[in-house]
């Protein structure tokens, strides 16, 4: 793990060897003064020499103001160098998150995912800053000052290193606690994200059920498990915080006590008891900063561990080797003994089905609810790879299909419409982003929507709200066909694209459709089946699999499913 952190400082290492020497330079300035101080009180102070003074207090100065220049280029580009890997990190987890498959985002809360790379990435930019600066310099102080001190009093350096291990030990047993309780934190603000994304996308339903209270309350519930996690791991930190600084007193008071009898017994002088308190006090700072810095790691590394956990993720469904582009789409579509159960073991969904909708032709897919009309949709795209069987496109295994070619070629319009926020065009764009204005004005109008478009004050250029809240069923369905035209695939699945809308918008969407589907290869899931009637073959599926076939006279004739179900729907409307 700790190799794969390195790895994210290698395109930045001019950065951070700049950080570095500048932090030597702290180092080294620091190790200075204490000299410089000793010298002034030992020798140069009671010799009278002023020049000397002079001298020495112009070169100190010149030092400070180096000093400053150095904390101020740490301060500043350290963080940058912070920033960066964490842009690099940031852009490395999402683009791993776009190759996912759908069963990762089927079984994991979105607030989950954004507490991952919002949350936790903040925190190991602050550890890709910070530690190996404060190791650098904390390294360099404390061999640094006990070279000096062992120069000044050898027996009194003896004596505070050795309790330094004691220290040590101290570190090493609040790691693992320090470390729970961290991961701990992370998987509660997690959780805490995760119901804030929710019931704010729901904030619209929660508000018509009056149910403002009861979202209140489940939000409260995974605050107080996540500041009662907070207020453990402060706790635990406390811990750490009071033991070091208590050792620290007890190191100074070591040197003011035997210090101070050295110097009664003329074993050393005011001067070199003066620069040993100082050199202890910057002693002292670098084992508070490696106290801070186990914390700060404990932080860091369970972010980074976390982070992994997801660039870790294998996609299941990837293209082969040998995989190929297709050109040239005719559209021809077959399953040949297709079998698919999703991975949550809900069993099986399709058992060894067999279809096949020849080239530019619209097939229709009817049947009970739950009989996998829409998983059969999402298979064909390769959302998810089936058990067994085949499924082929112009006679080529779609799983021997370069996924992006596979799925520029298609074209899906859902019931449940999904935009994007941001303006109108730029949502008709995503069908395909380098195209004219001359090009999505055309999308618009062959979806019917160029008129109510141009009627907004700031035509195509409209804000349409999170997710196209501002926009009504009907208006957001004809952007998505709209962003399909402009898309222009061979091959059409309409996954019940009018069952939720009105009468009067499900005739005119329904003519949008119809344009659409000319000369394509065009699936239609129904349920109202009065808009299927054209369809040159209708399929019925149950759990049984297909068990009727054939166009919209034919199966009325027959007398079975079908014509119950659509007798059913005609009564209801009558």
Known sequence: MLKRFIAYYKPHKRLFFIDMFFALLISIIDLIFPIFTRKMINEIIPAGRMDLLLRWSIVMAFLFILRYISQYIVAYWGHLLGVKIEHDMRGDIFSHLQ??????????????????????????????????????????????????????????????????????????????????????????????????????????????????????????????????????????????????????????????????????????????????????????????????????????????????????IEPDIVDKTDAIELKEVKGKIEFHDVSFSYQNGDGTVLANLNMEIEPGKTVALVGPSGAGKTTLCHLIPRFYDINSGEILLDDIDIRDIKLKSLRKNIGLVQQDVFLFTGTIKENILYGKPDSTDEEVIEAAKKARIHDFIMNLPHGYDTYVGEKGAMLSGGQKQRISIARVFLKNPPLLILDEATSALDNETEIMIQKSLEELSKDRTTLVIAHRLSTIKNADEILVLTSEGIVERGNHEKLLNEGNLYAKLYKSQFKNMA
């Not at 190991?124 to 904390?138: D, K, Q, R, V």
């Not at 003011?256 to 009898?261: A, K, L, Q």
């Not at 910057?282 to 980074?304: E, N, S, V």
């Open 99 to 312: 190759t996912l498959s759908f069963s990762y985002f089927d079984n994991t809360k979105t607030g989950n995912i954004m507490s991952r790379i919002v949350n936790d990435l903040r925190d190991i930019t602050e550890l890709a800053h910070h530690g190996p600066e404060n190791i650098f310099i904390s390294s360099i102080m404390i061999i640094g000052s006990f070279v000096v001190l062992l120069s000044i009093e050898w027996r009194l350096t003896l004596i505070l290193f050795a309790f330094i291990p004691l220290m040590i030990f101290f570190v090493i047993s609040k790691k693992n606690k320090m470390e729970a309780s961290f991961k701990k934190v992370k998987n509660k603000i997690a959780n805490v994200n995760s119901q804030l994304e929710n019931s704010i996308s729901g904030v619209r339903v929660a508000k018509s059920f009056t149910n403002e209270d009861y979202e209140i309350e489940k939000f409260n519930e995974g605050n107080i498990a996540f500041s009662e996690a907070r207020g453990e791991s402060y706790r635990v930190m406390a811990e750490f915080i009071s033991g070091i600084e208590i050792m620290s007193n007890i190191l100074n008071l070591l040197v003011i006590s035997i210090g101070g009898y050295f110097v009664y017994n003329e074993v050393i002088g005011v001067g070199d008891l003066f620069a040993y308190t100082l050199y202890m006090t910057f002693l002292m700072q670098p084992i508070k900063k490696l106290a801070d810095f186990t914390q700060q790691l404990q932080d860091g590394m369970t972010g980074f561990e976390r982070f992994l956990e997801i660039m870790d």
